[in-house]
């Protein structure tokens, strides 16, 4: 009989092969598995009180439960647009509530837009959208100081930059002198124009798209730039079935012009806060360390990832085991979170490129030869 290893628990599932292409769950952690295929939906609880040890009455819940209901009504929501691409939009929410930046890069046309209007939506934040052009100053994204020729003062314009929710569409666009007035903002939450600091408005989040297809006219995000982004990810092509539903989705009008916010934006300041102090075993806390690291000790690589990523991968397996309900962080949140946090920040050297090695490869072959630690 054929088998299939859970994407979570690394459980191997035995299955009859009429049941090939259906949905299961894990009998090990209860993490929906597609039979015969590497897709995987990850399973949010519903958050349950906990009784506390004074009579039996019930006490608040753990942080992860808490927060697991919130990214459970996102989630739902979210779905309403965006079709088949659960596990994608986990992790843009991992980030969103780790206080870090998404970097979309995929071909045109697989709702890279889409999925950041239908987030911004669902939580009812101010949202802003750039398209990048080659033409686009620094100015046009911050802001400027314009003279009022009525009280013959300099008054300051606020940018798209000053939203809650910003998109940066076709990042690659646009020239570096542009690119870099993204970086104050996405490290301080704040940005400096003629002198005076303003301050962003939290919960802060940016995400950026790139197309990789067509280069001409491109400048390429340097390694600095994307060293700021949480995660790169790439959304792909949607399954038959998913795009035939997409498909009716959008016959009659787009659901996103009816898409109402699902929470509030204290609860999602809430959830930022609560995901820093989800317990992580230091052993878990060295895993993180020992596979930053040796991205820079590995013979295909030239540059390795910096101690920023090791934060980056250390506060989005906070986040990710809080979505998934969970109190602590396991290697396993560490594993699943790897490649989108340690992939862009991997500079493969010129030679190992021409044999087609990737950062992807160099990230698998991290993963597999660190040890992982076991937790008592």
């Not at 995987?40 to 006490?59: D, K, M, N």
Request: hydrophobic residues 40%; neutral net charge; charged residues 25%.
């Amino acid at each position: 009989m054929p088998r299939v290893s859970c994407t979570h628990c690394g459980r191997s599932i035995e299955f009859p092969e009429e049941l090939t292409g259906r949905e299961s769950a894990c009998p090990g952690c209860g993490t929906v598995v597609k039979l015969g295929g590497g897709a995987f939906r990850v399973r949010i609880p519903e958050a349950r009180p906990r009784a506390s040890g004074t009579g039996g009455a019930l006490g608040p819940a753990p942080a992860g439960t808490a927060i697991s209901g919130v990214a459970g009504r996102l989630l739902e929501n979210i779905e309403k647009v965006i079709v088949g691409k659960r596990s994608s939009v986990v992790l843009v929410l991992a980030a969103y509530l780790s206080e870090g930046h998404v970097l979309l890069e995929d071909v045109p046309g697989v709702a890279k837009t889409m999925l950041a209007r239908a987030i911004a939506k669902s939580v009812g934040g101010s949202f802003k959208r750039i398209q990048c052009t080659p033409d686009l100053l620094p100015n046009d994204v911050t802001g400027a100081s314009i003279f009022n020729p009525k009280t013959t003062e300099f008054e300051f314009r606020s940018g798209p930059l000053f939203a809650q929710f910003v998109l940066a569409d076709e990042i690659n666009r646009t020239t570096p002198r542009t690119q870099s007035a993204l970086l104050e903002a996405m490290s301080e939450r704040q940005v400096t124009i003629d002198g005076a600091c303003y301050e962003l408005e939290r919960p802060f989040f940016i995400i950026a798209t790139q197309n990789p297809v067509d280069h001409e006219g491109t400048f390429p995000l340097p390694e600095a730039q994307l060293d700021r982004f949480l995660l790169k990810l790439s959304l792909g092509y949607p399954g038959l079935e998913e795009e035939s539903r997409m498909i009716d989705l959008l016959q009659h009008e787009h659901p996103i012009e009816t898409l109402e916010a699902v929470v509030d934006l204290s609860e999602v300041l809430e959830c930022q806060k609560q995901v820093k102090r989800m317990a992580v075993d230091p052993k878990v806390r060295d895993y993180v360390v020992a596979l930053v690291r040796a991205t820079r000790e590995h013979h295909s690589v030239l540059l390795g990832a910096s101690p920023r990523a090791s934060l980056a991968l250390f506060r989005a397996s906070q986040a990710l085991a809080a979505l998934q309900g969970y109190e602590f962080v396991l290697p396993d949140h560490v594993k699943e979170m790897a490649h989108a946090v340690l992939g862009h920040r991997v500079i493969v050297r010129p030679e190992n490129r021409l044999r087609k090695v990737t950062s992807k490869t160099v990230v698998s072959e991290i993963l597999n030869q660190v040890p992982v630690p076991v937790l008592e």
